[in-house]
C-alpha cells in the first residue's frame, strides 16, 4: 500500500509502456494495436542524422494520436564495454566511459531542440540508453542523472525485477522499469498483478515488435494490452509523462 496516496478515480496501479529507439516495427505492429486497444504509450527517440526532420515525421504522427515522444538522446551513447576490443581503437569512441558529463548534457540538449523543433510538446520526458546513467569510469565516473533532471519532468532507467515505482518514495529522475523483450504477456500480467497490490507504477520497456534485437512478439503484446483494456476500471494506463505530473501534483499536496 502507498499510504496517503491515491490514483486517480479509485484505480490501483498505474502503467507506462514505453518502447525505445524509435523502431520501424514499433509503428509497424505496436502502432495500430495500441490504437485497437485505445492505449496511449511513450516512445522514446534517438533525432540522430541529418535527416532528422524525417525520421521524427511519423513519431509527430503519434504525438498527434496522444502518444508521448520521450528523449532517448541524440547518439544513443552506452558503456564502451558493449564492443569488442581492436588494437586501432573503439569503434564507437564516443561511449560512455569515454565522455564527461558536458559531453553527455550536450547530446541530450541537440535531441531535445530537434524534437522540439518538429514536435512541440515532445521531449518532456527521457529515457537513459542501456539503462546506463553515467559518464567516465573508476575514479572519474559521474551519475548524469543531475544533469537529466534540470530538463525533464521524468527520466526512466532499469528496474529490479519485481519491483514497480512507489509513487511516494521512488526518484522521478531514475524511474525503475522492466525490460519486457521476450516476456510472455502471462509474466507482463502477473507483474501488473503483484503492483496493483502494492498500488505502484509499472513501467514496461519494449524494444522490437515481432523479430529483429529484443524484440516481443505482437501475440504477447496483444495478450497484455488485452488484459490492460479489460481491466480499465482498476489500472491507469498513461504515458510516463502524464504518471509523473500526477504524482508531482499528489506529492505537493501531501508537502512532500
Ligand atoms: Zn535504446
Not at 518502447?19 to 540522430?48: C, H, M
Not at 521531449?123 to 548524469?144: D, E, H, L
Request: charged share 25%.
Amino acid at each position: 500500500m502507498s499510504g496517503p496516496f491515491k490514483w486517480p478515480e479509485g484505480k490501483k496501479l498505474a502503467v507506462s509502456l514505453t518502447f525505445d529507439d524509435g523502431l520501424p516495427s514499433q509503428l509497424k505492429f505496436a502502432a495500430p494495436l495500441l490504437e485497437k486497444f485505445n492505449i496511449r504509450a511513450t516512445f522514446y527517440v534517438n533525432p540522430r542524422g541529418e535527416d532528422y526532420k524525417s525520421f521524427l515525421k511519423p513519431w509527430k504522427d503519434m504525438a498527434d494520436r496522444g502518444h508521448e515522444i520521450g528523449n532517448h538522446t541524440l547518439t544513443h551513447p552506452c558503456s564502451c564495454n558493449f564492443q569488442v576490443y581492436r588494437r586501432e581503437g573503439l569503434q564507437n569512441p564516443r561511449c560512455l566511459e569515454n565522455m564527461s558529463l558536458e559531453d553527455i548534457k550536450a547530446d541530450i540538449l541537440e535531441a531535445h531542440r530537434r524534437i522540439r523543433e518538429v514536435i512541440p510538446e515532445g521531449s518532456r520526458t527521457f529515457a537513459y540508453p542501456c539503462y546506463q546513467t553515467y559518464v567516465g569510469r573508476g575514479k572519474t565516473k559521474k551519475s548524469y542523472v543531475p544533469i537529466v533532471a534540470e530538463t525533464f519532468l521524468a527520466a526512466r532507467g532499469w528496474g529490479e525485477p519485481v519491483c514497480a515505482n512507489s509513487p511516494l518514495l521512488c526518484d522521478l529522475h531514475e524511474l525503475w522499469s522492466w525490460p519486457a523483450h521476450r516476456m510472455s504477456y502471462e509474466e507482463m500480467i502477473g507483474l501488473a498483478v503483484k503492483s496493483s497490490y502494492e498500488e505502484r507504477w509499472a513501467i514496461y520497456t519494449f524494444h522490437n515488435v515481432n523479430g529483429g534485437y529484443l524484440s516481443v512478439s505482437d501475440y504477447d503484446l496483444t495478450g497484455f494490452l488485452k488484459f490492460l483494456k479489460d481491466h480499465e476500471d482498476e489500472i491507469w494506463v498513461a504515458p510516463v509523462c502524464e504518471v509523473a505530473e500526477y504524482i508531482l501534483e499528489e506529492r505537493a499536496k501531501l508537502g512532500l
